[in-house]
């Protein structure tokens, strides 16, 4: 049988387990398992359902027995800062709360207040922006309100850690997720001791950092039994957007990567951090990614504002209106000009989409279609602002963005995003964080010798649509 290796990339709403074949020096994509991810309000929190999670990573697996394959190496990518305690035993300790959970809630001005941190020592030390939610805020809320579960915990492990520690045994933090917490120093790349001393927070549950590419083990006894078969749980990016950059096919180095899906991550790739004060204004971060490249980028609410309309609309009717269905009311629309801030907090789990678009209008919007091209209005124009300030940053001119994930499957975006930056755009890879997911593997593999050849690969293999200002 043809070698294979498994990709199980997991977001907000879905998950999916992808197999990639390298084949005449040409990268080909099979779909086996896909299944639904949703927060549910638990214990006071909005939270993961995290042991749901792991039972369709072990289903998806059945799935590729099933179907006749039996992959090598297998890699597991999640969304960032979001994580679980383990106690003494290796037993989880509390919920997985979400990031769109409301408990951090004013934890920064708490800790300004207090004279613990200011956010422009933690951005110096860490070059993470300031996101509510920011995994170092999180452990500080648990602090607040759980001390007794920090106090009892051993092991810290993000979502895609954990989903590796129930398949293999093994705890391990790994880098590109890692980075995410705040926690991490920008030019040390490891634990920050000294700022997570400031927060009060336990050293001892954070595990040394582990690098993309490093095998972890195979699977565990019972997990083998149940599936048919053993595979290396290898680490890739376990960030999304980690691995979604890795399986961008720019052209030169002056190309704007946007990874476009629940998030927009629009950025590019840096050799060294950059955590000035100006760039702590502007609150672009520098994330870590495979073999040390930092994503240096600006985090813009993305496609999350569109799937809520669809699902409160879908909840209104009866019926869930298809993505063709809303580009459609959008440009019957095409003439409204409203724009409104993505970022602002109002969009991050607003009990109703719309109401909070309809809101931030000041009441202009009066149908689908125009709350549709406002949503679209005002992504391509934060792009372009993006845009702006990221040359201003870097002191470099750009001349293309780049845009990868599913929201490159929406032309209309596309194309609203080009006129907005003035600049081309090219669409694709739709899997970008399965493929940048199986790069590391590929690579780890032996079957290309770094990641531009992987790249060129992508480049002839995959469709990648031009689009004109």
Not at 96 to 114: F, I, K, N, P
Not at 262 to 281: D, F, H, M, Q, R
Request: hydrophobic letters at 40%; charged letters at 20%.
């Amino acid at each position: 049988m043809q070698p294979c290796f498994l990709a199980v990339d997991i977001g907000a709403s879905s998950g999916r387990h992808i197999l990639g074949f390298v084949r005449d020096g040409r990268i080909a994509l099979k779909e086996v398992y896909r299944f639904e991810n949703a927060l549910a309000r638990q214990n006071g929190h909005l939270c993961w359902d995290i042991e749901h999670l792991f039972a369709e990573v072990v289903n998806g697996l059945k799935a590729c027995k099933a179907a006749g394959y039996a992959p090598q190496t297998m890699g597991i990518d999640t969304w960032a800062v979001d994580f679980v305690l383990l106690d003494e035993n290796g037993r989880r300790i509390g919920d997985a709360v979400a990031y769109r959970d409301e408990r951090t809630d004013g934890v920064r001005d708490a800790l300004e207040a207090s004279g613990a941190l200011t956010f422009a020592e933690h951005y110096a030390r860490t070059g993470i922006q300031y996101q509510k939610f920011n995994t170092a805020y999180q452990l500080v809320a648990l602090k607040n309100e759980h001390p007794e579960q920090l106090g009892s915990a051993k092991t810290f492990l993000m979502v895609p850690d954990y989903l590796n520690y129930r398949l293999t045994g093994v705890v391990a933090n790994e880098y590109t997720n890692a980075s995410t917490t705040a926690l991490v120093g920008a030019k040390s790349k490891t634990w920050d001791d000294e700022l997570i001393a400031k927060l009060g927070l336990p050293r001892r549950i954070f595990q040394p950092i582990r690098l993309p590419g490093e095998v972890l083990g195979g699977l565990l006894p019972a997990i083998r039994e149940q599936v048919g078969f053993d595979c290396q749980v290898l680490l890739p990016a376990t960030h999304d957007t980690g691995s979604a950059f890795l399986a961008v096919p720019a052209k030169d180095d002056n190309a704007v990567y946007l990874s476009s899906g629940t998030w927009s991550l629009l950025g590019v790739e840096n050799k060294e951090p950059i955590a000035t004060p100006a760039s702590c204004a502007e609150n672009f971060t520098n994330e870590g990614g495979a073999w040390y490249r930092y994503r240096y980028l600006k985090n813009i609410m993305g496609l999350w504002m569109i799937q809520s309309v669809r699902r409160e609309m879908g909840e209104k009717t009866g019926t869930r209106p298809t993505f063709p269905e809303l580009i459609a009311a959008a440009k019957e629309a095409g003439g409204f000009d409203a724009v409104v801030d993505t970022n602002a907090p109002d969009f991050l789990a607003p009990e109703s989409m719309m109401a909070a678009v309809t809101a931030a209008t000041g009441g202009r919007t009066r149908s689908l279609g125009q709350i549709m091209q406002t949503i679209y209005n005002s992504l391509s124009r934060d792009y372009a602002l993006a845009i702006d300030s990221l040359e201003k940053l870097t002191g470099k001119r750009y001349t293309s963005v780049n845009i990868v994930g599913g929201g490159s499957q929406d032309l209309y975006l596309d194309q609203m995003t080009a006129a907005a930056t003035g600049l081309p755009v090219y669409a694709g890879p739709v899997e970008g964080t399965a493929l940048g997911n199986l790069v590391v593997q590929f690579i780890a593999a032996g079957l290309f010798p770094d990641l531009q050849a992987a790249r060129d690969a992508i480049k002839l293999s995959f469709d990648i649509k031009e689009i004109h200002p």
